[in-house]
């Protein structure tokens, strides 16, 4: 009976393990969802991210200054299953940038805050991440190793 019991205590002490080293279930960042802005003198940026619905957040960007619209993006991030059964196998960030090719960025869990995407075979960027911090929606692009970072930091605009 003693074995029994130390068996079944190690085989419950070993499962917590074996859940930890799971890869997690993708989420939808419901918390980017509205309208962002930061503005640098006449220079300004936006980003617009619809609540999550269906699998889908829909984004839209642009960039401008007082002569206006100088570039604009269209964006989402989907969950994908295979053929809409079984388990979500995958999260992914998809821009065009000037409405034109379409490029993925596969789901990249990290132990940073946020969410992560990464493309290795883009030119640049090859990594996208969001996060929060304070009341600032932060976004960074780089290489795939966090080399040569550009960031963001947006303020959530009035009625966005």
Same mark, same amino acid.
């Given at each position: +009976?003693?074995?029994? &019991?130390?068996?079944?205590? =190690?085989?419950?002490?070993?499962?917590?393990?074996?859940?930890?080293?799971?890869?997690?279930?993708?989420?939808?960042?419901? &918390?980017?969802?509205?309208?962002?802005? =930061?503005?640098?003198?006449?220079?300004?940026?936006?980003?617009? &991210?619809?609540?999550?619905?269906?699998?889908? =957040?829909?984004? $839209?960007? /642009?960039?401008?200054?007082?002569?206006?619209? /100088? $570039?604009?993006?269209?964006? /989402?991030?989907?969950?994908?299953?295979?053929?809409?059964?079984?388990?979500?196998?995958? +999260?992914?960030?998809?821009?065009?940038?000037?409405?034109?090719?379409?490029? +993925?960025?596969?789901?990249?869990?990290?132990?940073?805050?946020?969410?992560?995407?990464?493309?290795?075979?883009?030119?640049?960027? #090859?990594?996208? /991440?969001? &996060?929060?911090?304070?009341?600032?929606?932060?976004?960074?692009? $780089?290489?795939?190793?966090? $080399?040569?970072?550009? #960031?963001?930091?947006?303020?959530?605009?009035?009625?966005?």
């Amino acid at each position: +009976m003693k074995l029994r &019991w130390t068996g079944f205590l =190690m085989a419950m002490l070993a499962a917590p393990a074996a859940v930890s080293a799971q890869e997690p279930e993708p989420e939808l960042p419901s &918390w980017m969802a509205g309208c962002w802005e =930061m503005r640098n003198g006449e220079r300004w940026a936006e980003e617009c &991210w619809t609540a999550p619905r269906g699998g889908q =957040m829909l984004g $839209s960007g /642009r960039t401008g200054d007082a002569n206006g619209v /100088r $570039s604009f993006e269209f964006m /989402r991030i989907e969950l994908d299953e295979p053929n809409g059964e079984g388990p979500i196998i995958r +999260m992914a960030f998809v821009a065009a940038p000037n409405g034109r090719g379409w490029t +993925m960025f596969a789901w990249n869990p990290t132990d940073q805050p946020g969410v992560s995407f990464s493309n290795a075979a883009n030119d640049y960027p #090859q990594r996208v /991440r969001y &996060w929060l911090e304070g009341d600032e929606l932060k976004a960074e692009i $780089s290489l795939l190793d966090g $080399s040569n970072p550009t #960031q963001f930091a947006f303020r959530r605009m009035n009625g966005g």
